[in-house]
Nanobody, 126 residues
Framework: QVQLVESGGGLVQAGGSLRLSCAAS????????MGWFRQAPGKEREFVAA????????YYTDSVKGRFTISRDNAKNTMYLQMNSLKPEDTAVYYC???????????????????WGQGTQVTVSS
């Protein structure tokens, strides 16, 4: 079992920045690929970014490339999402997730992840 707790969400003006954190506890953090998904009101949950177990592989949805950076610190059992140049369309609840033995395109699909956090709200005002 892996427990995930997100933090760092909030209200920010367009063009601003936020850094989300995901603290993991339970089984060995470094064994898992990690990801961020988001869900806006009335919309389905969508992939944002993912990172392999070692941090060597990262993936992003096209709409956040060049603005968001995913990273992890296995010594601290923590994953991060640095979000810059935020836009109103980035407004959503952001979820941290973990999945064992994921790689490549499989990391973009929510159904492949096993553990989920409770989510943190990000609101970008125009």
């Amino acid at each position: 079992q892996v427990q995930l707790v997100e933090s760092g969400g909030g209200l920010v003006q367009a063009g601003g920045s936020l850094r989300l954190s995901c603290a993991a506890s339970g089984r060995t953090f470094s064994n898992y690929a990690m990801g961020w998904f988001r869900q806006a009101p009335g919309k389905e949950r969508e992939f944002v970014a993912a990172i392999g177990w070692s941090g060597g592989s990262t993936y992003y949805t096209d709409s956040v490339k060049g603005r968001f950076t995913i990273s992890r610190d296995n010594a601290k059992n923590t994953m991060y999402l640095q979000m810059n140049s935020l836009k109103p369309e980035d407004t959503a609840v952001y979820y941290c997730t973990a999945g064992p033995q994921l790689s490549g395109g499989a990391m973009r699909r929510s159904g492949n992840y096993v553990y989920w956090g409770q989510g943190t709200q990000v609101t970008v005002s125009s």
